[in-house]
């Protein structure tokens, strides 16, 4: 487009100066201007650097959108420096050190401009301006969108920031514009950053969304609000704060982010209001750090697209709740280490996956009159100088009301739990709390079950209808005083209460104050009534498939070696059958345990004699099914607090009616973990242990070293583990025998003089940390078919006895000795 003309209508009332004209160029006519002055620019495009110095305005056609356009070869298209206003325009630049558009002073309005530029940013305000800039479009995929620093602010309203190269609105340097309905997108970098002490920025009604980065960045003392305001579908993290910044969130909508929808650290402060937070693929809120605080009123979180807490408190910081909702995610909130704290009051946490509230490492948490639902564990107190207090709470349809383990010790005052499918209140591993009026109602097992000596003091609880009783104490341990139950299930070992007496508030109450609960009286004891448990269906295998107890041994028997195992799983086996036998008879039968740990070298047979002992089990309907589930650490052991439970869980859940395997179950707590997740994947086994005993049975294995190590880790998995097998390395004759089973099963023959071979070959075999016993031998096997493949490949007619004999030949060269 050829360059066009300028006329110049003078506004003000002298009269010696003439009232229109028109130039050639923009410059000349800017020349000739003064305040009050309108420039009407001729369509056409104007190789020049423009500076507006007084107030004027310069305008475009109306209606024409890229009519006029500003296009200098380099430098600032146009700076201004004054009150004018400025319409209409398309400005372009491509100087990389430069704006395209620079105001520098004055309260210009500038409307209806688009800015398509490749320069440093796109817009930039400094200083005293003060611009109201409506309408305006920036694009700018080499630099910054819009950039306010040095003291600038201004008006942006119904202004779209895209395909910035950096962030879209950058602020700096003490900076504080307005936004108004303005739209960021399509930005790398930060949709919005705000940096620096002094630095601002207030947002209404604004949207960002398809950023390449994180939507909304406040950092290094920097101050910002953001009201009725929307961020989505960003790469990295939905809004982040750093280093004293402070943010305030109203009636805003966060959500589908990849990451971290809210994460904030190093003595941060976001204040929310009437905030939605969904679709996150990490945490909702992230908090982290001393100092670094989030204060959250009427605000709702859910909808989790990932295997991360909603809330995630740690590192010392706090957080406050206050009529919040949090729903459909696989934890609620999680608080820990020493200093870290949650207030959290009047709010929802429902339709929970794992763990509602989760409490370790010393942290602290406050709920008081809030409502947990629909979760597998409502709260969980995990370890030492971990508590709090609960007040006046419910907790209804879990797996698990209250949960707490090794040392944590809170408060639990007036809550109350109702349909647990477990246990109400679960004490275990040296957990400790204090309960006061607290009720549980309507358990399918336990109300209150206090175990592992746990020092747990209850006053003045209450339970009713609890299938398996409400009060189970295994140990001496736990004090009680004035608790009270009306259910009428019957009296177990440790249970508080005695059958038959009537159901009245008074009538079962613990008798001595602040006393350990008294056991049972003699005779009193009977079996409840059975109570079907809740769980997905597990097909029945097939009668014909299900092995019995002698064909099962007979297999066991037929394994190579391993004499000292066969005699342990007998032992077992008839400790079983016998108290089978015993209670069919009326008679009382030896409690007998039947998870293992399996110790000793790769390669021994210990996941086929596990598969064994689960057949044998079923056959003796001590399990449903018998079918083995194996796994490991990387089976169990997630990303953070919480995913590790609920992969832990899922496997237990596959292993219902039979045996799961834990192969290598060292690798859980490694001798440096720190925090390592293995430990709550110990923790959740020990509970599910305990809570499912007659579903699963465990079996734990390693090398024998490492698996005393790991039986220390939690002082409830040594008791649950109470036999330990043995299996020891397999000896060159026992080598040359699986070799043969192998040969015969695969209908090859030991040639003369092959079986002496193999004697020495296994005899000389290095037996250093590679050594695989049993794998080993059928490496060896395999090895031999091949060596003999390649040598009868090459007769034209071989017979039986070559297609089947294997010679000394066949054998591999063993490896070097060090």
């Known amino acids: 487009m050829a360059q066009g003309t300028v006329q ?237 910044a402070v943010l305030a969130l109203d009636g805003c909508d966060i959500h589908d982010v990849p990451e ?213 104490f295994d140990e001496e341990g736990p004090l009680a005083e004035g608790c009270t139950s009306d259910e009428s299930a019957v009296q177990r070992p440790g249970v508080l209460g005695t059958p038959g007496t009537a159901q009245t508030a008074g009538a079962r109450a613990v008798a001595a104050a602040a006393a350990p609960v008294p056991e049972p009286r003699a005779g009193a004891r009977t079996e409840p009534a059975a109570v079907p448990e809740q769980r997905p269906s597990v097909p029945d295998r097939a009668p014909e498939t299900r092995v019995t107890a002698a064909e099962a041994l007979g297999q066991l028997d037929a394994l190579v070696g391993l004499d000292s195992v066969k005699r342990e799983v007998r032992a077992l086996t008839d400790m079983i059958e016998v108290g089978r036998r015993r209670r069919q008879a009326g008679l009382k039968a030896a409690s007998v345990r039947r998870h293992l740990v399996f110790t000793g070298s790769p390669g021994t047979g210990k996941t086929t004699v596990a598969r064994l002992y689960g057949e044998i089990l079923a056959s003796l309907g001590v399990l449903e099914q018998g079918h083995l589930v194996e796994v490991s650490r990387v089976d169990l052991v997630g990303e953070h607090i919480g995913s590790t439970a609920i992969r832990t869980q899922e496997a237990f859940e596959r292993a219902r009616g039979g045996v799961l395997f834990i192969d290598e179950a060292y690798a859980l707590a490694p001798e440096d973990s720190g925090r390592d997740f293995g430990r709550e994947a110990i923790d959740t086994l020990v509970k599910l242990m305990e809570d499912h005993r007659e579903a699963v049975v465990v079996i734990v294995a390693g090398y024998t070293a490492e698996m005393e190590r790991f039986l220390t880790v939690n002082p409830g998995v040594a008791s649950r583990f109470s036999r330990t097998i043995t299996f020891g390395d397999y000896g060159p004759e026992e080598l040359l025998r699986i070799v043969e089973q192998q040969a015969e099963e695969h209908e090859y023959r030991l040639g003369p003089g092959t079986g002496e071979a193999l004697l020495a070959y296994f005899t000389e075999l290095p037996k250093g940390p590679a050594f695989g016993n049993g794998r080993t031998a059928r490496q060896t096997f395999e090895a031999m078919v091949e060596r003999h493949a390649g040598r009868v490949a090459q007769l034209v007619e071989p017979s039986t006895d070559e297609l089947t004999l294997l010679f000394p030949a066949d054998l591999p060269v063993p490896a070097a000795r060090p």
């Open 260 to 472: 971290n929808a809210v994460d904030l650290r190093s003595r941060a402060v976001l204040s929310l209001s009437r905030t939605v937070v969904r679709r996150f693929g990490r945490n909702g809120l992230s908090v982290w750090d001393p100092g670094t605080r989030v204060d959250a009123e009427s605000c709702e979180i859910h909808d989790s697209t990932g295997d991360y807490p909603a809330v995630w408190i740690s590192d010392g910081a706090s957080a406050a709740l206050d009529r919040c909702r949090v729903h459909d995610v696989p934890d609620a909130l999680f608080v820990l280490d020493r200093g870290s704290r949650a207030d959290v009051v009047d709010s929802d946490l429902s339709q929970v996956r794992s763990t509602a509230v989760s409490v370790s490492d010393g942290a602290t948490v406050q709920l008081d009159d809030c409502r947990i639902r629909d979760a597998a564990t409502g709260a969980w107190f995990r370890d030492h100088g971990s508590g709090g207090t609960l007040a006046n709470c419910t907790v209804d349809t879990v797996q698990t009301g209250v949960i707490v383990t090794k040392g944590a010790d809170p408060t639990v005052d007036r809550c109350t739990v109702s349909s647990p499918t477990e246990a109400g209140f679960y004490v275990s591993a040296g957990g400790r709390g204090s309960f006061r009026s607290c009720r549980v109602t309507g358990s399918s097992g336990f109300g209150f079950h206090v175990i592992d000596g746990s020092r747990t003091v209850l006053t003045r609880c209450h339970t009713e209808r609890c299938a398996r009783g409400g009060y189970e």
């Open 8 to 244: 110049v209508t003078h506004g003000g009332a002298s009269r010696w100066r003439r009232r229109s004209g028109e130039y050639p160029t923009l410059t000349a006519a800017l020349a000739a201007a003064g305040d009050g002055d309108v420039l009407s620019i001729a369509p056409g495009t104007y190789r020049e650097n423009l500076v507006l110095r007084h107030a004027v305005t310069l305008r475009g056609p109306q209606g024409a959108p890229g009519a006029v356009r500003i296009a200098p070869p380099d430098g600032v298209a146009l700076t201004v420096h004054a009150s004018a206003v400025v319409q209409d325009l398309h400005l372009e630049g491509g100087d990389r050190a430069a704006p395209a558009l620079l105001v520098e002073d004055g309260s210009p309005e500038l409307t209806d401009l688009r800015v398509s530029t490749r320069s440093a940013a796109g817009i930039e305000v400094r200083g005293a301006a003060r611009p109201v800039v409506r309408r305006c479009t920036v694009e700018n995929p080499s630099g910054v969108g819009i950039a306010v620093v040095d003291g600038g602010g201004g008006v942006f309203e119904e202004c779209e920031v895209l395909a910035s190269g950096q962030s879209g609105v950058s602020v700096q340097g003490g900076g504080h514009p307005r936004l108004e309905r303005c739209r960021i997108h399509h930005s790398t970098g930060a949709g919005i950053a705000v940096t620096g002490e002094g630095s601002g920025l207030e947002a209404l009604g604004c949207e960002v969304y398809e950023i390449r980065g994180t939507g909304v960045q406040i950092a290094q003392r920097a101050v910002a609000r953001f009201t009725d305001c929307s961020v989505h579908r960003t790469s990295a993290d939905g809004v982040t704060l750093d280093t004293d």
